[in-house]
T-cell receptor
Framework: EPEVTQTPSHQVTQMGQEVILRCVPI?????FYWYRQILGQKVEFLVS????????KSEIFDDQFSVERPDGSNFTLKIRSTKLEDSAMYFC?????????????FGPGTRLTVL | AQKVTQAQTEISVVEKEDVTLDCVYE???????LFWYKQPPSGELVFLIR????DEQNEISGRYSWNFQKSTSSFNFTITASQVVDSAVYFC????????????WGAGTKLIIKP
């Protein structure tokens, strides 16, 4: 069964460093998403991506964040200068062969720890 | 405003008991999409079910059943004859047309099944 994959599973970085989180969405999906979950809290939407551009982003997704689909398979989230409060689990999701209301399937997550 | 509420923070039951997880939502949209996801201790988000707002039929899948009631804006999830492996955090989430197709999440209910 096709699945979303994410690498790395755990990333530890120093405050101020740049990190890139990688995702490979399900191959025939058209919509891609990043969410984050601070430990013990609810899941929060960061950004959605369709047709090679951002379709929606939340207030969390400020200028420190960027997304890219550098090739036909990868979907990346970059945090330019990490802060302590960026420590969270980051989930990539993909959906949609038809519409953006299709079910979103999630990757296993990347746990980001900022020291 | 769009909102999803899971009032039960944590539920603990003994194995083989039935348990119901509540989810209520607020919206003025007439069309929306309802989801339940499971987050086991390993951390991934596992899709369980999707319903459309115009389809109020209840759904049963093995020991799992879902009761969607538009009149009370509720989408409750029942596990029959619970098992230890059902221990997880369960999230209710919705896509509202007014939310630009992002998933709006409840806070989650931590379900503990004791042997």
């Amino acid at each position: 069964e096709p699945e979303v994959t994410q690498t790395p599973s755990h990333q530890v970085t120093q405050m101020g460093q740049e990190v890139i989180l990688r995702c490979v969405p399900i191959s025939n999906h058209l919509y891609f998403y990043w969410y984050r979950q601070i430990l013990g809290q609810k899941v929060e939407f960061l950004v959605s991506f369709y047709n090679n551009e951002i379709s929606e982003k939340s207030e969390i997704f400020d200028d420190q964040f960027s997304v890219e689909r550098p090739d036909g398979s990868n979907f990346t989230l970059k945090i330019r200068s990490t802060k302590l409060e960026d420590s969270a689990m980051y989930f990539c999701a993909s959906s949609g062969q038809g519409t953006s209301t299709d079910t979103q399937y999630f990757g296993p997550g990347t746990r980001l720890t900022v020291l | 405003a769009q909102k999803v509420t899971q009032a039960q923070t944590e539920i603990s039951v003994v194995e083989k008991e039935d348990v119901t997880l509540d989810c209520v939502y607020e919206t003025r949209d007439t069309t929306y999409y309802l989801f339940w996801y499971k987050q086991p201790p390993s951390g991934e988000l596992v899709f369980l079910i999707r319903r459309n707002s115009f389809d109020e039929q209840n759904e049963i899948s093995g020991r799992y059943s879902w009761n969607f009631q538009k009149s009370t804006s509720s989408f409750n999830f029942t596990i029959t004859a619970s098992q230890v492996v059902d221990s997880a955090v369960y999230f209710c989430a919705l896509i509202f047309m007014d939310s630009n197709y992002q998933l709006i999440w409840g806070a989650g209910t931590k379900l503990i099944i004791k042997p």
